[in-house]
């Protein structure tokens, strides 16, 4: 069976936190994504994220994986 990758997630990105590699995503697992992507977002490294750090290439990348 081939598993499909949640919306917001790429193929690359699931694999490399699919790191039990069972073709799912444990909690621990998505949230490293998440925590990832907010380091990304978070681009002075506050913490927090801005309006204007959200409509980043990194921001929308996050949002995406929130909805």
């Keep these: 069976m ?3 990758a949640p ?3 790429g ?3 699931f694999a490399k936190a699919d790191v039990d590699k069972d ?3 444990d909690t621990a697992e998505y949230l490293t994504i998440i925590d990832a992507r907010f380091k990304a977002a978070d681009s002075d ?3 927090t994220i801005s309006d204007s750090e959200l409509k ?3 921001g929308i990348a996050l949002a995406r994986l929130l909805k």
Excluded: F, Q
């Design 7 to 9: 919306s917001g997630v």
């Design 11 to 13: 193929k690359m990105a």
């Design 23 to 25: 073709g799912t995503l």
């Design 2 to 4: 081939k598993e499909i």
């Design 45 to 47: 490294n506050d913490g």
């Design 56 to 58: 980043s290439k990194a």
